[in-house]
């Protein structure tokens, strides 16, 4: 008998048999679910549709358009390539094409796609958005899959629920960016190892290349390489117990060894991404490639892509960036540590932050769930302990593991031997579903009730949290129909080109402040990192409206 794939199920996996008699009725809990994601497809399809590029969007647009059409690398390195060829999936029916003399940067590159290569913009976006829209429903049938081993049908319907209402997981799932692709194979990961303390032949290779495919979609995915084949040696030692007497020093042998295998098929599933794109792997370094000493040099000896590990010299040279931190209305030069939880504590509904909490304290005390809790809690918190060490304190898109793990773990009220579990498990998520619901369609700039909903985070939080140039379009329509033929100033912070959209404005900053009269509109994150000018601007207008909770227009006498 194979050592890795077989041996007695342990009590605490043990599954309840059906009652004898009739069949179970297994249709109420598909159309449950089904309803679940269907109304989360709704609610992404539609932000998709409604929203203008993202910062960062174009150029995942851009580069991955370069795959399809000219099979190179050379965009875009700090970001492996399995998350933009995902998104290449959608653009490949589109007929999108890059002039063979283009010359320009990354930045320029994704602006020339969208804007002067004579496509649809908008066409583009959402053909680019689609396939990561389709990965995000999928990700939410492992949460479901996930909770519904550890507590039955009850948990995983109520795992389901939080990550389809979830604002953040919303708001991002529905942009073609990486944030979403990356935290989905993490999470794909760790529930396959949880299911390799069953049948570890199976899903300890399966998990391998869920990791794999973290790695390859953002160096990110890194920080779980302590974590992950750990687990794999915990699901191993596990599956042995019930084959009788083994010695130990053999039995951890077996996990260390596929622990390496693990580790192994996602180096394979990295040099595979590459090969994709070129299969010959031409690489022509950046010119201005940061040079790497002490301890970050030794990246160059990792069995990884040149161009893998050159990405790894330009993200660390971010790191070594000053950037700007904007956090409950005060303004910082460099990074706090404690970011990440507190804009966590803002854009995560209450009744989800409650619910998840609890059952993330029910894991390890109730003794039936307790070998669950190394795979869903110590993932989550080593990749956000991780995640606060960065200096970009950009948004919470660098967090987004966390609602999807945190929803599984909100399954484990489900299982607390208490008479209301149920009740208040019931009436916390209905409550989450309510939050998300009334800040439909404006996703992107949510926060919870305790911080004054979507229309005031703006005072609390910025960048990718509230305002990433996503309103262009519903800029232009709130123009068209409120202020037609109005002289319009602006102040856009954003990858998008006004003029695509019909907006005919200027930019105030580029004249004298007495020159500038009319309507004024001005990105909010603009406003919280305004210098002198732009204060002195506002100061002298008076608001009027805003558009997508994100934008302010002011009227200037």
Do not use: C
């Not at 760790?190 to 049948?199: F, H, Q």
Request: proline share 9%; aromatic share 8%; net charge neutral.
């Amino acid at each position: 008998m194979s050592l890795l794939t077989s041996r007695v199920p342990s009590a605490d996996e043990a599954i309840p048999e059906e009652a004898p008699g009739k069949p179970p009725r297994r249709w109420p809990l598909v159309l449950v679910v089904a309803a679940l994601l269907a109304g989360m497809a709704i609610a992404m399809i539609t932000t998709a549709v409604e929203q203008s590029p993202t910062i960062d969007e174009p150029v995942y647009v851009g580069t991955a358009v370069v795959y399809l059409d000219q099979h190179s690398l050379r965009y875009n390195p700090e970001h492996p390539p399995l998350g933009k060829l995902i998104i290449a999936t959608g653009l490949a029916f589109t007929g999108a094409h890059l002039d063979p003399g283009f010359t320009g940067d990354q930045t320029q590159l994704g602006r020339h796609v969208l804007y002067e290569s004579g496509e649809d913009p908008g066409g583009l976006m959402l053909a680019a958005r689609l396939p990561v829209i389709v990965l995000t429903l999928l990700f939410g049938l492992v949460v479901f899959a996930f909770a519904r081993e550890l507590t039955g049908p009850a948990g995983g319907v109520t795992a389901l629920a939080l990550y389809a209402f979830s604002p953040d997981v919303i708001a991002h799932g529905s942009l073609a960016t990486l944030d979403v692709p990356v935290a989905g194979f993490l999470l794909t990961s760790a529930w396959l190892l949880w299911r390799a303390r069953r049948r570890p032949g199976l899903h300890v290779p399966l998990s391998g290349l869920a990791f794999g495919a973290a790695v390859a979609t953002k160096m990110s995915a890194l920080a779980a390489v302590p974590v992950v084949p750990l687990l794999v040696v915990l699901s191993v030692w596990h599956a042995r117990r019930g084959i009788g007497p083994q010695r130990t020093l053999r039995v951890l042998g077996l996990g260390v060894a596929a622990a390496v295998s693990v580790t192994l098929l996602a180096v394979a599933v990295v040099w595979a991404s590459y090969l994709v794109v070129d299969p010959r792997l031409h690489w022509t370094p950046p010119p201005d490639l940061p040079a790497d000493h002490g301890l970050r040099a030794l990246v160059d000896r990792l069995p990884l892509p040149r161009p893998y590990l050159d990405g790894m010299r330009v993200q660390f040279a971010f790191e070594d960036r000053t950037w700007s931190t904007f956090l409950l209305g005060r303004y910082h030069a460099g990074s706090l540590w404690y970011y990440l939880p507190v804009a966590l504590l803002v854009k995560t509904p209450l009744a989800t932050l409650a619910l998840g909490l609890a059952g993330a304290v029910a894991l390890p005390a109730v003794p039936r769930l307790r070998p669950a809790a190394p795979y869903v809690l110590v993932p989550a918190a080593v990749l956000l302990a991780a995640a606060m060490t960065s200096t970009r304190d950009l948004g919470v898109r660098y967090a987004i593991f966390v609602p999807m793990f945190l929803a599984v773990a909100a399954a484990g009220l489900v299982a607390v031997r208490w008479r209301w579990a149920h009740v208040a498990a019931g009436v916390l998520v209905v409550f989450a579903a309510v939050s998300s619901l009334r800040t439909f369609p404006y996703y992107l700039p949510y926060s919870n009730e305790a911080f004054g909903g979507p229309a005031q985070t703006h005072l609390s939080l910025h960048d990718s949290n509230v305002d990433w140039g996503q309103d262009l379009g519903r800029l232009a329509d709130r123009l068209r129909q409120d202020h037609p033929g109005e002289r319009v100033w602006l102040v856009y912070k954003g990858s998008g080109v006004p003029s695509a959209y019909g907006i005919d404005a200027a930019d105030p900053l580029a004249v004298p402040p007495d020159d500038v009269h009319g309507l004024l509109a001005v990105s909010d994150s603009a406003i919280a990192k305004a210098d002198d000018r732009l204060t002195a601007l506002i100061s002298g207008s008076a608001p009027i409206d805003e558009v997508g909770h994100s934008i302010t227009l002011y009227r200037r006498p």
